[in-house]
């Protein structure tokens, strides 16, 4: 199954249709995630569509014609606002800091670690014979034992829905929890000691590892991971979204699906197969 953003539906509706009348002036909300379907012919499957769907025709670039049943936006309600008496997200995270537990991602050059509630450090080995030289900087360090007691009168804030903070990860606004790892190694270009902001984020499956690593501003940097342990929170689970579904149905003797589309497909098949091989 593939969801679409708004966008990309779009996108994908202009590339098929010749003459779409569009209002760009309108804002697009990459938060509603659309999946196109091409079930087949509309007699065969017209229960399919959802109650009140708008029909639209398009016509490919090769003359191919499809009748697109376009649905209103189904959302899950939002549960969010019920009452939560549970630890707040310090205290689920405060396992993780007691842990001492440490992740590393590794890129051309540098590698990365961030030992949770400790430090974040890069660091380059090379071997000279049986030498290892050792090229290191740590990006920031925060104690989670002495911090702790510091870091209640924040959270107490962050456990507010209105006080969250949200990061755009694939196309979702995802709320998260941000330690401030400051006192890292004296920046050359500034003179002033580097900074690490640690964004912690619910992923149910994750093994809070380091989803990605940026440099903000000079020797200041973000570091985003993914965790579990903030996901008992109803607050920082994602938002889920019913699906929105939209099936395009062949008309006259136009294929199940548009022939272009279905050598793109193939295209993409062979180029992950020759990545991976």
Partial sequence: MILFPKEVVFVVCLHLVAGLDVDFNKGFDDNILYKINWPGKI???QEQDVEGAEPMFVTTSTKEKY????PPVLQKEDTSSAPYQGPGPLELLTPLFASAQCSIRIESYWTYEVCHGQYVKQFHEERDGKSVKTQEYFL?????????????????NQDNADHLQYKKIDSLNLPYFEVE??????????NEPRVTKVLYVCYAHGKNAIYSLKETSTCNYEMII???NLCSHPKFRPQETGDNNINCYP????PQKPRNLLAMEVESMKLRYQKLS
């Fill in 140 to 156: 920031g360090k925060w104690d989670w034992k002495t911090e702790t007691n510091k870091e209640e009168s924040a959270e107490v």
């Fill in 67 to 70: 009748k697109c049943m376009i």
């Fill in 181 to 190: 790892m400051g006192d890292g190694t004296i920046c050359d270009l500034n």
């Fill in 251 to 254: 008309v006259g003797t136009a």
């Fill in 226 to 228: 993914l965790t579990p």
């Fill in 43 to 45: 007699d065969d499957l």
